[in-house]
């Protein structure tokens, strides 16, 4: 685009991503180095191998392969006869070998789809290819961030982890489609089982963006090959969240938006996302694909992998398992989203639903189990080998052992807080129900002892039942049925 004074209004933003994918596997891509690298000292999980020592040689891992086709599977991509590997040639600290192993011209997905809902509304995105690599080593600024640290370490546990780089089309028009468009790739991954968001730097983010004339946007929202030639974008690095890629492209849209209607030409570069201070920054020029002097990677032969899209399974999609649970749980669009959040989750629900009514499964993992673990910032995945105890509550309260009170403001929480089954925490807080006796005579006291109460409820004052059926929770200690105490109450009352 030639510099030029417009008003911010006349432009529209477009954006492309690149996102990296980790892989879950047990080993690295191609060697036999464990993944598992969380926790270890740096540059324990190397082997020659993945540091490019000379001579040693790539073999490729046939789980990472299979991951891959899975997600071909899922975002309904093409799957070639024959995927090839490729050098990638470029020098940076953490690529020991000077080259990465990656594939180009002959990826093993391309032409692939994601569905995203955005504001209600449902809409395409293309997922131009997805391609298998190796994931670099990494590196860590020390007194600083990437362009003020007095040093730098290079740690190579992570290179040869395998990625996937999933390219998209241009298809964005704003940072709130992309944050939409990283949240559902990230559902899917995790339903597949090729991913797991809890590892560091398992999902990060490289994304193009261009600002064009808003007349160079269709009807359709497709933007023409020439107006995006004549837009220099820039490429910005280093997001590793969906938060963080909405906060990133929002800062560059507007810097870009703020050049052009200066007058200013928009720089093709590429830009580091300092999430510190909440701006970009220039790295450097914006490399182009002759730069990487791509070459086939001759230690690696051609695959063939048309037949693994017929062999290899994929779970039911969240999308397909949200439209099921509405039609055979009778669940509401809210309820069937929460309860399809992730595959554990969606799993758990199920499992209580089969002995319990469908409804009192939905309220009791949706709206209780997810809000406490929300309120307290924890996922499903932490409590992953604690679900048959949540379970064993929701047996309590459909048994009527327990009132729901009782369950849900005492028990559950107390089970969250520490860590209890819940039998101990009902037996240490006294909150067993109360019998039909002990109920009865919690009612007649609460009658005789509140006359000004009874005159308020024959007198016709609303709030005068509620106060006694209180007076009843409290003498019983929460452990007697609300809706019993109500109807017990009117039917003495009205005697």
């Not at 991913?195 to 398992?202: L, T, Y």
């Not at 492209?249 to 200013?264: D, F, I, M, P, T």
């Not at 209780?368 to 499903?380: C, F, I, T």
Request: aromatic share 6%; glycine share 8%.
């Amino acid at each position: 685009m030639t510099a030029q004074a417009v008003q911010q209004s006349d432009l529209a933003v477009v954006i492309g991503l690149e996102v990296h994918v980790q892989l879950e596997t047990d080993t690295k891509i191609f060697c036999g180095c464990s993944t598992d690298v969380a926790d270890a000292e740096p540059n324990t999980h190397t082997c020659p191998v993945c540091l490019g020592l000379p001579g040693a040689l790539p073999v490729l891992n046939r789980a990472a392969v299979e991951s891959a086709v899975r997600v071909g599977k899922a975002i309904d991509a093409d799957i070639p006869e024959e995927t090839t590997f490729h050098r990638k040639n470029y020098f940076y600290p953490d690529l020991p070998k000077g080259f990465q192993i990656t594939q180009y011209d002959a990826p093993v997905c391309q032409n692939g789809e994601l569905e995203i809902e955005v504001e209600g509304e449902r809409r395409t995105v293309g997922v131009r290819r997805a391609h298998l690599e190796e994931d670099p080593g990494s590196l860590q600024h020390k007194g600083g961030n990437i362009d003020t640290a007095d040093y730098t370490l290079v740690n190579y546990n992570r290179a040869g982890v395998p990625l996937m780089e999933i390219v998209t089309e241009p298809d964005f028009r704003g940072a709130e489609e992309v944050r939409a468009f990283l949240a559902k790739l990230e559902e899917v991954l995790e339903y597949l089982g090729v991913f797991d968001s809890q590892r560091d730097g398992s999902l990060r983010i490289d994304a193009n963006l261009s600002v064009v004339e808003a007349d160079e946007i269709g009807d359709d929202g497709d933007v023409s090959d020439e107006a995006l030639e004549s837009a220099n974008r820039t490429e910005v690095k280093n997001i590793s969240s969906h938060k963080g890629a909405e906060k990133a492209l929002s800062y560059e849209a507007q810097r870009q938006k703020n050049a052009v209607q200066r007058g200013r030409e928009v720089e093709q570069e590429t830009r580091h996302w300092d999430e510190s201070r909440g701006i970009t920054v220039s790295m450097r020029s914006k490399e182009e694909e002759k730069d990487y002097r791509y070459f086939r990677e001759a230690d690696l032969p051609p695959l063939q992998v048309s037949d693994w899209k017929r062999e290899l399974d994929i779970p039911e999609l969240p999308d397909a398992r949200r439209e099921r649970f509405g039609e055979e749980y009778g669940l509401s669009d809210e309820a069937a989203s929460k309860l399809t959040s992730t595959r554990q989750v969606a799993d758990f629900y199920e499992d209580v639903a089969s002995e319990y009514d469908p409804d009192l499964a939905a309220t009791w993992v949706a709206d209780n189990l997810l809000g406490e673990l929300n309120y307290r910032d924890m996922e499903v995945t932490d409590v992953a080998d604690r679900l048959g105890e949540f379970k064993r509550l929701v047996e309590l309260v459909a048994a009527e052992e327990i009132t729901t009170k009782n369950a849900e403001e005492t028990v559950l929480r107390e089970m969250l807080d520490e860590g209890d089954d819940p039998e101990t925490i009902i037996e240490r807080e006294g909150l067993g129900k109360a019998d039909e006796g002990e109920i009865e005579g919690a009612v007649t006291a609460a009658i005789e002892e509140n006359p000004d109460a009874v005159e308020d409820y024959h007198a016709g004052e609303g709030g005068a039942l509620n106060f006694l059926v209180g007076q009843v929770m409290q003498r019983t200690g929460g452990s007697a049925d609300p809706g019993s105490v109500n109807q017990l109450l009117r039917e003495r009352l009205d005697e």
